[in-house]
């Protein structure tokens, strides 16, 4: 079983920039998809952004590609993401998450990630 924790949320002016981290803990990771998800108010969680367990490969939702980048440290089980130009459209509880299976395919897609972490909150200002 893996424990993931966020961490970097916070409060940011529209153009800022924040980068989150995710450290995971209980089993190591680097042969594992992770990902990223946010859930805003009211609406249903979704995908940002993934990244393969090599660094090979990854994926972003068309609403934050160009501003989000998503990285990797295996030696150190943490997985990050970097935001700028922030909008406020943004703003969400961001989670972290992972993939039970080593060596899985990338994926957009809640259902194949086994492994949450309790989210770290992303407030972008107007």
């Known amino acids: 079983q893996a424990q993931l924790v966020e961490s970097g949320g916070g409060l940011v002016q529209t153009g800022d920039s924040l980068s989150l981290s995710c450290v995971a803990s209980?089993?190591?990771?680097?042969?594992?998809?992770m990902g990223w998800f946010r859930q805003a108010p009211g609406k249903e969680r979704e995908f940002v952004s993934a990244?393969?367990?090599?660094?090979?490969?990854?994926n972003y939702a068309d609403s934050v590609k160009g501003r989000f980048t998503i990285s990797r440290d295996n030696a150190k089980n943490t997985v990050f993401l970097q935001m700028n130009s922030l909008k406020p459209e943004d703003t969400a509880v961001y989670y972290c998450?992972?993939?039970?299976?080593?060596?899985?395919?990338?994926?957009?897609?809640?259902?194949?990630?086994?492994?949450w972490g309790q989210g770290t909150q992303v407030t972008v200002s107007s």
């Open positions: 998450a992972a993939r039970a299976s080593p060596y899985s395919s990338i994926s957009d897609r809640l259902r194949n990630f086994d492994y």
């Open positions: 209980g089993r190591t990771l680097s042969r594992n998809g």
């Open positions: 990244i393969s367990w090599n660094d090979d490969s990854t």
